[in-house]
């Protein structure tokens, strides 16, 4: 019977992973130790900052927006400088990320209801962190703005903005950083270990042993997609657990649409993983292989930058990135309920790049097989 040949395949490749203890370890600890240092350590946000501040005014307000900065706790430590050269230098050795500079009469010509100007000079070998506490600075000038006499003459005048984040109200990071992970260290397992497989039977001698078997060309593919797909299920429901009770996560949305739309996504990781292992004669390029395509796929997800900020010329290669569409998905599910719908239109792009990687390694697998 066919199915007893495929259990007997699908059995032969999880107890080649499973039983070296070697490799155990590196299904089970690093997804682990990646989720941890991911979500605690890999954050865009920026804390801890040090400045430095050249206060030319010592008047009221400038030393009211000193106090400001120092109470607040993005700022590690704020300093005060006696001359621009002084902050050249705070700048060019980078001990400070930014700094501040208040012109002599700023004090004077806010109570004189003139416009007064702060600058803040930036390191730009650090430009995302530094725009970021750029945005920072300028929401506590605005603040102490708006304390001044005529900030409040011109309250009464002035449109009042009060920004509402939806879905994560409070711009938790682990909210954001969690179901990411749940996507692409899913991929990182699921292309890995793919790709290992034939390069293994290879290096070890039994894919010869592999063709004389009464196993047919689709009956190994099956055994080769099985396993791989077993081991990332397992793996994205560890994620969801630890997401939940460990980070506190809200899952808004329906498991089922979350696993269903996994299974396509993991056969599209394990359909590239299976082409990248049937191209491959050593498990060194195997491995090659899967970071060659793993390291691209991070960066054109959307994981970190959003896509539509990409060059447009650079926005068609995202199309045939099966993280893309999975990130959405997971993220959707988590944070905002995502309906049905959704997922499928998110879903129909994985099962295309399935069968276009599956029957590609089906193909190639026959040649080998001739």
Sequence with gaps: MWWTRLKALIVKELLAVLRDPKGRTVLIGP????LLVFSYAATLEVKNVDLIVLNRDHGHWSQEIIQQIGGSPTFRSVTLAASPAEVRFALDTQRVLAAVEIGPTFSRDIEAGRPAEVQVILDGRRSNASQIVSGYVGRIVGAVAAETPAGKRAASDLIQVEARNWF?????????????LVASIALLIGLIVTALSVARERELGTFDQLIVSPLRTHEILLGKLIPPMM????HITIYILAAVFVFGVPLRGSLLLLYGSAIFYLAAVVGLGLFISALSMTQQQAILGAFLFMVPAMLLSGFATPIENMPSWLQPVTLINPLRYFLVIVKGVFLKDIPLAEVVRQTLPLCLIAIVTLSSAAWLFRRRLE
């Design 31 to 34: 997804p682990i130790l990646q």
């Design 168 to 180: 994560n109200p409070n711009l938790t990071f682990q909210w954001f950083m969690v179901p990411n």
């Design 231 to 234: 081991i990332g299920l397992f």
